[in-house]
């Protein structure tokens, strides 16, 4: 079975600086997807950024970056100019390359970060 | 566009009661799940739906929960009777149909129900 760890319960950083987020996980697939979601205190879990395991460029979305290294099942989310609105938990998450039926994601136990102004 | 939609938001309740949690989809959304999130094990997936029919339900914990989803836009998470462990947050998720080669595997969650079991 797939596992997700994260091994950093807490992180820190001053406001717009940069921090990142770590993240590994275990399989025997090839094809996959990464994900990180973004907790904020309202609950709602929101999607950060996707990437796919067979794309050996790493996926960004504005501020947001990752650092994937497939051999090493390696999943880090690099978070640049860091803003007061970024304070959440970050959840690493897995899921399977499916063809049919439903993407069931693993998720790591999460992050909690806090930005200091 | 709605996104998903929950409630309730907060249940407190005793135990030995019946709690049912709703939830509203996406429209278009033919995959619902129902996650569970507990500080001691994170997120867990209960069961999850395809076209109003449950096609996994291994992740339900016993048989005090139960869940329905009568119908395209509407579902329930039900668990009767009541215990204080399961006390969570307890979110609903819906997913789009996939392409036409793999699935992408985002899920748009709702905000989730704070349930207390006293």
């Known amino acids: 079975a797939q596992t997700v760890t994260q091994s950093q319960p807490e992180m820190s950083v001053q406001e717009a600086e940069t921090v990142t987020l770590s993240c590994t996980y275990d399989?025997?697939?090839?094809?996959?997807?990464l994900f990180w979601y973004k907790q904020p205190p309202s609950r709602q879990m929101i999607l950060v950024i996707r990437?796919?395991?067979?794309?050996?460029q790493n996926a960004t979305e504005n501020r947001f970056s990752v650092n994937f290294q497939k051999a090493a099942k390696s999943f880090s989310l690099k978070i640049s100019d860091s803003q007061l609105g970024d304070a959440a938990m970050y959840f690493c998450?897995?899921?399977?390359?499916?063809?049919?039926?439903?993407?069931?994601?693993?998720f790591g136990q999460g992050t909690r970060l806090t930005i200091n102004p | 566009d709605a996104g998903v939609i929950q409630s309730p938001r907060h249940e407190v309740t005793e135990m030995g009661q019946e709690v049912t949690l709703r939830c509203k989809p996406i429209?278009?959304?033919?995959?619902l799940f129902w996650y569970r999130q507990t500080m001691m094990r994170g997120l867990e997936l209960l069961i999850y739906?395809?076209?109003?029919?449950?096609?996994?339900d291994s992740g339900m914990p016993e048989d005090r929960f139960s869940a329905k989803m009568p119908n395209a836009s509407f579902s329930t998470l039900k668990i009767q009777p009541s215990e204080p462990r399961d006390s969570a947050v307890y979110f609903c998720?819906?997913?789009?149909?996939?392409?036409?080669?793999?699935?992408?595997?985002?899920?748009?969650f709702g905000e989730g129900s704070r349930l207390t079991v006293l």
């Open positions: 998720a819906s997913s789009p149909p996939g392409q036409a080669f793999g699935k992408t595997g985002e899920l748009f």
């Open positions: 399989t025997s697939e090839s094809d996959y997807y």
């Open positions: 990437q796919e395991a067979y794309k050996q």
């Open positions: 998450a897995y899921g399977g390359f499916i063809i049919q039926g439903a993407q069931k994601l693993v």
């Open positions: 429209s278009g959304h033919d995959y």
């Open positions: 739906f395809n076209n109003n029919v449950p096609i996994d």
